[in-house]
């Protein structure tokens, strides 16, 4: 049976191989906008803004943003486990005029070293609960974007909870390929336990439905986001 992460980099690569970033089609056709309202009031008139961002894909959210502090000094640290993600995403830079803001490195999220108090935003959109093992690493990855991040920094957050895959044709409930399953109220209180020293800046409930060919069978992919954004 393939891995958790085998069927997501499965899906992964299919996508960034037929889809073009911002064009209608699938769900890189636009950014998280919520996200980028956050980082705009956050970075106004600061210099040498240093953002990470997890799980970047081809640049869905990383472009805007690079453009966003790209005349005020800042960098761009860009980190996905497929190489394809990142290949895409270098070309996408290019042809946004940002690729002098972005670094980029091929990494599992669960084995990226981020170095204490060396970012003022760090963003972990929809890939955590995909690229671990389980809630211990779950819970490890979290901690160590909490140390990675500065004091007055921010750290925006998208899970995947309750999610559901379903058969289109069978209405056959099948297994879900996520490394840490949660419903949404389990993953609230989580995530509100683990910042309850921080202040919670935003938090939101965001249904979500997918349908999608799968192993031959066109799937139904139901799931609730977990949006989450605190200050340090």
């Known amino acids: 049976m393939k891995s958790i992460k085998q069927i997501n ?3 992964h690569g299919n996508l960034y191989s037929r889809a073009k970033l911002f064009e209608k089609g699938s769900w890189l056709e636009e950014s998280d906008d ?3 309202d956050i980082v705009q009031k956050y970075i106004e008139d600061k210099k040498d803004v240093r953002i990470l961002d997890l799980g970047c894909g ?3 959210n990383s472009i805007p943003i690079a453009k966003m502090i790209q005349n005020n000094g800042g960098q761009l640290v860009c980190v996905d486990f497929l190489a394809i993600a990142i290949e895409k995403l270098k070309k996408n830079a290019i042809q946004h005029g940002v690729s002098d803001i972005i670094q980029s490195h091929i990494a599992d999220i669960e084995l990226f070293n981020i170095e204490p108090k060396t970012f003022d935003i760090i963003i972990a959109q929809s890939v955590i609960e995909h690229g671990v093992e389980n809630k211990e690493n779950f819970l490890k990855v979290i901690h160590s974007i909490q140390n990675g991040t500065k004091n007055g920094g921010i750290n925006y957050l998208g899970i995947t909870t309750g999610l559901e895959e379903i058969d289109a044709k069978t209405n056959e409930q099948l297994r879900a390929d996520i490394g840490y399953s ?3 109220e389990e993953m609230q209180r ?3 336990d683990l910042y309850n020293h921080w202040e919670i800046t ?6 979500y439905r997918e349908e999608y060919i799968k ?3 066109m799937i139904i992919w ?3 986001f977990f949006v989450f954004a605190a200050k340090k």
Request: glycine share 8%; net charge positive; with cysteine.
């Open 9 to 11: 980099a499965e899906y």
């Open 34 to 36: 919520v996200l980028l």
């Open 58 to 60: 081809v640049g869905r």
């Open 182 to 184: 949660a419903t949404y």
């Open 190 to 192: 989580c995530i509100r």
């Open 202 to 207: 935003c938090e939101e409930k965001e249904p």
């Open 215 to 217: 192993n031959g069978k």
């Open 222 to 224: 139901k799931a609730t």
